[in-house]
Nanobody
Framework: QVQLVESGGGLVQPGGSLRLSCAAAGFTFSNYRMSWYRQAPGKEREFVAGITSDGTTTNYADSVKGRFTISRDNAKNTVYLQMNSLKPEDTAVYYC???????????WGQGTQVTVSS
């Protein structure tokens, strides 16, 4: 059974940090590009960061460049999102997504809430 399970969300003060994790099961993780998306209340889901299947290339939304870092551990079937210098506008539900390299499959997690507030 395919699963993507996010964890690590919570409430943090502005300027703080959080590390999100997304544990994968039920598919060959190393064949999948992984990404993080987020959706704030009343807004569309937006891309945050992505990493290639071998972990060599990453890309980020302009709004998080220099503050967020995506990484993966293929031995642990897990992708991470290190979030530093958090701002209130980073408040959202964060989702991980896996997309097979040949575009034949795509999976989403259920999301984890991140709230940045004093």
């Amino acid at each position: 059974q395919v699963q993507l399970v996010e964890s690590g969300g919570g409430l943090v003060q502005p300027g703080g940090s959080l590390r999100l994790s997304c544990a994968a099961a039920g598919f060959t993780f190393s064949n999948y590009r992984m990404s993080w998306y987020r959706q704030a209340p009343g807004k569309e889901r937006e891309f945050v960061a992505g990493i290639t299947s071998d972990g060599t290339t990453t890309n980020y939304a302009d709004s998080v460049k220099g503050r967020f870092t995506i990484s993966r551990d293929n031995a642990k079937n897990t992708v991470y999102l290190q979030m530093n210098s958090l701002k209130p506008e980073d408040t959202a539900v964060y989702y991980c997504k896996g997309r097979r390299r040949d575009w034949t499959a795509e999976y989403w997690g259920q999301g984890t809430q991140v709230t940045v507030s004093s």
